[in-house]
């Protein structure tokens, strides 16, 4: 009789709100377009976090009431925001010297694949008839002390997303910090990846199946 | 005296000639000069090098002048986004070239070419296939990439408030690559939506210093692309 619930984990909600739980008070964060979008709604009561957005924006608030959008006043994804009091405006050379000279402490990105050794590929499939697109991706990783990714554990055709060596293009090599997955949490480390939670019903012999490397486990 | 105060867009970039560098500011729609964009369309210059976040949208702005064939190569990071096809459909026939720039790196490559500098070492994009046929140098073990200045002819940039001497000030996330492309390009074209008497800007507050500026048009209520694009307007306007 199968007991172990194989199918399930955590949904997107929870996947950020795991994230969020790891953002110590008084940071500086940029949160990638989409899926990352979602972690500021769950930082704990008590912190302070300050969002980044690249097009030129510190202190970044939710998206405003329906009729009271700004085009003029929008995140890195074009979606309008608010600015939160004592918020500031900046250029872009400027915007990015907070990204490229390492004033910024957490950024949380998508992933199309993450490897062992924490090289991220999220930015083009390479295919050739694709429209190469990289936004500040590549500045972000290079640039940002910590980089959280968030991604469901595999592709939409099942595919594993954490492999041995990443086979899309690369945005950058040995950046990512630790992968928060539909089925667990894990820590890219000089001794390879460590399972560090699971998600309910997920066992560690699931997800190592469901995983393109060998993975091992703090427990 | 100096006064930059030009009367109209159409007369701001009447000298943008064929195979001309522009600049043109803007993330999306927020701080695209559309109406001096729209200048250009109907000036007609060739074979133009265009440096611009994105690819722009619909069928107006940027989309527009590159939908017109004026632009041979573009410059950016980010060239599709919602509602962006002109670019994509000329890139995939090949007839549109496309230099694709990390954000990061293209605002520092305009900031360079503003500054005298002619080129610097970054790390980002280091192992990336956009660091192909690149120098790379270490500094302190870590592994940076020489990434060289742009500079332009002409810079087409939108902000909120001007004088005449082209001291400017910005709205909010608008301001973006603005004041990096002032300071970058022979001539800044400058659309304000209010020209301002010289003193009402506070010194402290001024963003673009107005030695970067060359010429400024009053466009007190600039189209909204989004908007245009919604409404499947085309420029021309037909």
Redesign the interface.
Known sequence: MDIVKTNSGWDRNQMAQKVALDIPDGSYVNLGIGLPELVAAYVPEGREVIYH?????LGMGSAPETGFE?????NAG?KAVT?IQGAC?????D??AM??GGHIDICVLGAMQVSEEGDLANW?T?EP?S?????????LV??VKTIFIITQHVTKDGEPKIVGKCTY?????KVVDRIYTDLAIIDVTDAGLFVKELAPGITFEYVQKNTGVSLNRYF | MINKIFQSAADAVEDISDGSVVMISGFGEAGSPIELIHALVDRGAKNLTVVSNNTGSGNVGLAALIENRQVGKMICSFPRTANSTVFPELYRKGEIELELVPQGTLAERIRAGGAGIPAFYTPTAVDTPLSEGKEVRIFNGIRYILESAIKADFALVKCKSADRLGNLIYNKTARNFGPVMCMAAKTCIVQAREIVEQGKIDPEAVVTPGIFVTRIVEIPHPAHESQLVLENRRYPWI
């Open positions: 957005t690249e097009n030129g924006l700004d085009p003029e006043l929008i074009k600015a405006f900046f250029h872009h050379a915007s990015f990204i490229r083009s390479g008839h429209i190469p697109a990289v936004g500040g991706a590549m500045d290079s640039g293009p690369l945005t950058g090599k």
